[in-house]
């Protein structure tokens, strides 16, 4: 008898851990802005548009200019047509980026980076498609979350193992904003059904594909 109320007693923990963990998950919630947020860029303006740019609007001629102006982080750029290069190279905050000429107006922006999902959850409001399965180029597992608009998408890769559950503190590595529309799902992703193991979402991308 004790043996079982033990047990159940771990059961009951790890359930109430669980639900306490993905919490956050369950519907955007308020993140105060960091100084990481702010040298990145990201407090220039509202998501989709990032340092001012908004994909299909903003002059690609303008990309220098306000790339300088919004993002605190960057320390130089590499000019030679299409892309132009973004770097950023003052400790701690790391990255690079590119921006695309799509016709005349910016047409896709790259950024490598380090920040916490739950930054553009809270902006953008729960993920529509979720991708998750081998990395093609790496001996490891490509996990990547989806927004979308009308004209625009954004993506977001995630860190997390085949096993790990994704989470609001999972770390985004890389994020990108292009033209496009995900609606529906395409079918090399699974439509957004809440915090589960990566593997399930590879499981349900399958299932799809049958």
């Not at 609007?57 to 982080?73: C, I, M, Q």
């Not at 001996?139 to 997390?160: C, K």
Request: glycine fraction near 8%; aromatic fraction near 14%.
């Amino acid at each position: 008898m004790l043996r079982l109320l033990f047990r159940l007693s771990l059961l009951i923990f790890a359930l109430a851990a669980a639900m306490i963990a993905l919490a956050p998950l369950a519907a955007p919630r308020p993140v105060d802005a960091t100084p990481a947020w702010t040298a990145y860029g990201f407090a220039a303006c509202e998501l989709p548009c990032w340092a001012g740019i908004t994909v299909g609007e903003t002059p690609f001629a303008d990309t220098v200019a306000l790339t300088a102006a919004s993002v605190p982080a960057l320390t130089s750029h590499t000019i030679a047509g299409s892309p132009v290069f973004l770097w950023g190279t003052a400790d701690p905050y790391y990255f690079s980026g590119l921006v695309y000429l799509g016709e005349t107006t910016v047409g896709r922006v790259e950024l490598s980076l380090k920040l916490p999902a739950d930054y553009l959850i809270a902006r953008f409001g729960l993920p529509a498609c979720v991708l998750s399965g081998p990395d093609v180029n790496q001996a490891g597992h490509l996990s990547a979350i989806y927004w979308g608009g009308a004209d625009w998408v954004a993506a977001a890769f995630v860190n997390g193992s085949a096993n790990g559950l994704f989470g609001p503190a999972a770390t985004i590595y890389a994020f990108s904003v292009f033209r496009g529309n995900m609606s529906p799902c395409p079918k090399t992703t699974a439509p957004w059904r809440g915090a589960a193991a990566w593997w399930r979402y590879t499981a349900w991308i399958e299932e799809q594909a049958d």
